[in-house]
């Protein structure tokens, strides 16, 4: 069973918003902070995301109201560097004392969901900040966030 209780996220196209898209399919809860006007880069991020807005529409400030109202961070990619937006949310977590673990595709769906399973379990995480690429950095990064989190389980010791 996992410990996830709620998936947050800033609702761009990409990771982002396949990490809440997850969320809705699995009944997880999910919820966060995006910029003012909901903007995204195809547009209104939809109503069906409930985010809130930032009183700013620049897309920094929803990022480290992300990172500051979850237990943990886990930046997902197809590569193993990060750049833009991407980095900003590891600098933050760096900042603001919070775990953060960045998973790549290319270590593979069983490795990378192990790692981000380990480290979920290691934080006893509840409140997940789930971010990385836009998906026109990125193609294929919402896939890789689905099929991980599909694929991640946290579970206490055996009784």
């Not at 939809?46 to 985010?51: T, V």
């Not at 961070?73 to 900003?88: D, E």
């Amino acid at each position: 069973m996992s410990l996830i209780e709620k998936i947050v996220s800033g609702g761009q196209t990409g990771a982002d918003r396949a990490a809440l898209d997850w969320a809705i399919s699995a009944g997880v809860k999910h919820g966060g902070w995006c910029p003012k006007g909901r903007l995204a880069e195809d547009g209104l991020i939809p109503s069906q995301y409930d985010l809130n807005e930032t009183p700013s529409e620049d897309y920094a400030v929803r990022t480290q109201w992300n990172v500051r109202d979850s237990d943990a961070t886990v930046i997902m990619s197809m590569h193993k560097t990060i750049a833009g937006g991407t980095a900003l949310t590891q600098m933050l977590a760096v900042t603001l004392g919070k775990p953060w673990i960045h998973v790549s595709a290319d270590l593979g769906i069983d490795v990378a969901t192990r790692q981000v399973e380990e480290f979920l379990c290691e934080h006893s995480v509840k409140i997940l900040n789930v971010a990385g690429p836009r998906a026109s950095e990125e193609p294929g990064v919402g896939r890789f966030v689905k099929d991980v989190l599909s694929g991640v389980s946290c579970r206490g010791p055996a009784q």
